[in-house]
């Protein structure tokens, strides 16, 4: 082998964000949200799976029942899933009451406190919350115990020494088994580096998408041994990498990248929304864009909101180096399940990150940046959320996002102050998840069931899209593909039919914009190219 021979991380080689071996995600990685996770889901599915393997194996294979509670893991390893709820217990130890006594010590200030002064009852902190939450009233005396996050990651229950990365091969877009209920465990075809993730190593890694390196130095980077090299060899590729072509045209050319992810670039700023960014899969898939395909610097990253197929930190690691700034909603730091994506991006190794409210703006040349609420998608919980408005030369694209226009007159109030917005990219998950799917495991206590299914992180069925570009007078509109793509299967739990309910919305919503005589309306999936400007 040619010491001098360069390398790269091959297309398909996928790397997994991981923290005490489960997908990284903003419900594993703050300290609050995580011991609660913990606690009430991850600690309950390994106990139930050690005691049924068979029932989770078999579930787990049953598509009816994907994104269901189920470990999927070999019967055969049940000892190393009893060995991970042991470690839980010793390792998490602390977590684990801390997050015991926040639900018990909140539900009692639910039961006791009625409007008298809640000084006395910092005496009676349990020791876990003493020094690291605030008791206050809503303006209806009903109380809140405000846990102060910054505080806690600087805490015995943030444990950076936990995190590490999996790097694997990605044989093909549903490989990944679903990313809540199941633990990635070590394995022979796998390559796991213990590292934080703030580390600048980190960078070096991902810098081989387009900078290849000599096989000693990646081994070395790993902190592998030359027996290891079998197993390197198989995730590096020696073609050179393909070099992304920044956009030098007119107008703003807007790339589509797969459930969420829109790449806008004009006049050589590049703004990235909501990256999911998928490997290719070695025993191929639908075409995409991958991280070869993106330019080697992006000026600036929007986050729509904290839900983990928008803050994917797989992607948001992988393109660390690359990123000039991080743009994120401000949350409101009352309630710990709205969790601070700044304090998470500052965790994760990025320096630059701009905090907004709503109607901020960033100004950039030739265009700007704002702030836009949106309304919906969070099951009627306080969250920190934006859409934005990118205006870049005389074009004006709105990314709704996940919007459910409950409110259209908010943004006939935006184009008061903006004008009329031509391009509007949506999310349509108009049914979305109960309550008590990803939230269930943080509230203190939950509505009954019939709330829990009422309460939904939905979208816009066909009427409320409507009721939103005829309030900012589009005459483009693009729907995201709202987890259809093969590769979001293990992260959205979905199994898209062509036939289902939100494609009879999205096909409703579409027919009357052809009707009115839209220049473009349609269904995004996979990957898109879309010209603005040139030709307008």
């Known amino acids: 082998m040619n010491d001098n021979t360069l390398y790269r991380l091959a297309d398909s080689t996928a790397v997994e964000a991981l923290v005490d071996r489960w997908v990284a995600w903003p419900h594993t990685f703050s300290p609050v949200a995580a011991s609660l996770h913990r606690l009430n889901y991850q600690k309950k599915n390994l106990t139930s799976y050690v005691q049924n393997p068979a029932i989770h194996v078999k579930s787990s294979a049953n598509p009816k029942l994907l994104g269901g509670p189920f470990v999927n893991v070999p019967e055969e390893r049940i000892g190393d899933i009893a060995l991970m709820l042991e470690n839980m217990s010793g390792e998490h130890a602390d977590s684990l009451r801390m997050a015991e006594d926040l639900i018990a010590f909140q539900n009692r200030l639910d039961r006791d406190a009625a409007g008298q002064s ?162 290719k899969p070695s025993l191929g898939g639908i075409d995409r864009y991958s991280f070869q395909d993106l330019p080697a610097h992006i000026d600036y990253v929007l986050i729509t909101h904290v839900h983990h197929d928008h ?24 309630f710990y399940a709205d969790i601070s994506m700044k304090l998470l991006a500052r965790e994760l190794g990025f320096h630059r ?31 920190a959320k934006t859409a934005y408005l990118v205006r870049a030369g005389n074009q004006k694209l709105l990314f709704a996002a996940d919007s459910n226009c409950l409110d259209e007159q908010m943004y006939r109030n ?94 409703k919503m579409l027919a009357v914009c052809h009707q009115h005589g839209f220049s473009d309306a349609r269904r995004l999936y996979g990957c898109d190219e879309i010209f603005l400007g040139r030709d307008d």
């Open 118 to 279: 809640l000084e006395p009852y910092y005496r009676e902190l349990p020791d876990s919350l003493r020094g690291y939450v605030e008791l206050l009233y809503d303006y209806q005396n009903r109380p809140i115990v405000r846990c102060i996050e910054s505080l806690f990651y600087k805490s015995r229950h943030y444990k950076k020494h936990l995190q590490s990365l999996r790097l694997f091969t990605q044989t093909h877009d549903r490989a990944r088994a679903y990313y809540m209920s199941t633990p990635r465990l070590p394995d022979d075809d796998s390559i796991a580096w213990d590292i934080p993730f703030a580390e600048t190593a980190v960078d070096e890694l991902f810098k081989l998408d387009t900078h290849p390196q000599p096989l000693g130095y990646i081994r070395q980077l790993l902190g592998l041994d030359a027996a290891d090299d079998a197993k390197l060899i198989r995730l590096l590729d020696r073609q050179p990498p393909k070099a992304a072509e920044p956009w030098l045209g007119d107008g703003v050319r807007v790339r589509y990248l797969g459930h969420a992810g829109v790449l806008i670039e004009a006049g050589g700023i590049a703004i990235l929304v909501d990256p999911f960014i998928a490997v």
């Open 311 to 334: 803050y994917v930190f797989e992607t948001l690691l992988r393109l660390r180096h690359r990123i000039g700034c991080l743009v994120v909603p401000k949350s409101s730091g009352i």
């Open 353 to 383: 990150v701009v905090e907004v409210d709503p109607l901020d703006n960033i100004t950039f040349n030739g265009g700007e940046i704002v702030a836009v609420p949106f309304l919906g998608e969070h099951n009627d919980l306080p969250f």
């Open 414 to 507: 935006l184009c008061i102050e903006y004008g009329p917005i031509d391009t509007v990219f949506l999310g349509m998950e108009c049914i979305g998840a109960p309550l008590s799917w990803v939230y269930g495991a943080l509230l203190p206590k939950l509505p009954d069931h019939k709330h829990c299914q009422a309460r939904r992180s939905n979208g816009s069925n066909a009427e409320g899209a409507l009721q939103l570009l005829d309030a900012v007078g589009a005459n483009r509109v693009y729907v995201y593909a709202i987890g259809r793509e093969p590769w979001l299967q293990y992260f959205m739990a979905l199994e898209p039919e062509d036939d289902d309910a939100y494609i009879r919305e999205i096909n």
